[in-house]
């Protein structure tokens, strides 16, 4: 099985979806092996215990380092490539550098209309996309949020 999640690749500088093999668990065979597993509380049901328990697995898998996580090799998502080759975004730092941009030198403003607030995002993430300096220094910023939100 694969499960898949999606970051903000400061490489790209544009969500990319990245996948990690994941080998479920076997299903508990009796009531006495699933208490067992939690402790003997026999307040909980098989079914709910499995639930519980795979919904944990998964998202212990999606939690691991993006180093153990692929790139897909197709369009369904199906199969994984190689190792991803991402940069991995802090997202409130980037948001807010994209809006600040935005409004310091691509006219957005509160009043504007939806469409011509996109529109300055979107003229401020092309800036950034062709100017390394600036991505450079996003990749440090996110680098070091990303670490202070682990420890």
Same mark, same amino acid.
């Given at each position: 099985?694969?499960? &898949? ?11 990319? #979806?990245?996948?990690? @093999?994941?080998?479920?668990?076997? *299903?508990?065979? &009796? ?9 003997? +509380? @026999? &307040?909980?049901?098989? *079914? ?14 999606? +939690?691991q380092?993006?180093?153990?996580? %692929? ?5 369904? @998502? ?10 991995? *975004? %802090? ?12 409004k ?5 403003? #509160? @009043?504007?209309t ?7 995002k ?19 910023? &996110? ?9």
């Amino acid at each position: 099985m694969i499960l &898949s999640k999606n970051i903000f690749d400061l490489n790209t500088f544009d969500t990319v #979806k990245i996948g990690v @093999e994941f080998t479920p668990p076997t *299903a508990f065979s &009796s009531m006495d092996e699933a208490l067992a597993y939690y402790g003997n +509380d @026999e &307040s909980k049901i098989l *079914a709910a215990l499995n639930d519980d328990r795979l919904a944990a697995l998964k998202s212990q898998a999606l +939690d691991q380092p993006i180093s153990a996580f %692929h790139s897909f090799a197709d369009d369904e @998502e199906t199969t994984l490539n190689g190792p991803a080759n991402v940069q991995p *975004a %802090h997202d409130d730092t980037v948001g807010n550098f994209v809006l600040n941009l935005a409004k310091q030198q691509f006219g957005f403003r #509160k @009043e504007m209309t939806r469409e011509q607030k996109r529109a300055a995002k979107e003229k401020a993430v092309s800036f950034i996309k062709s100017n390394d300096a600036i991505k450079a220094g996003l990749v440090a910023m &996110s680098a070091a949020m990303l670490a202070s939100t682990k420890s």
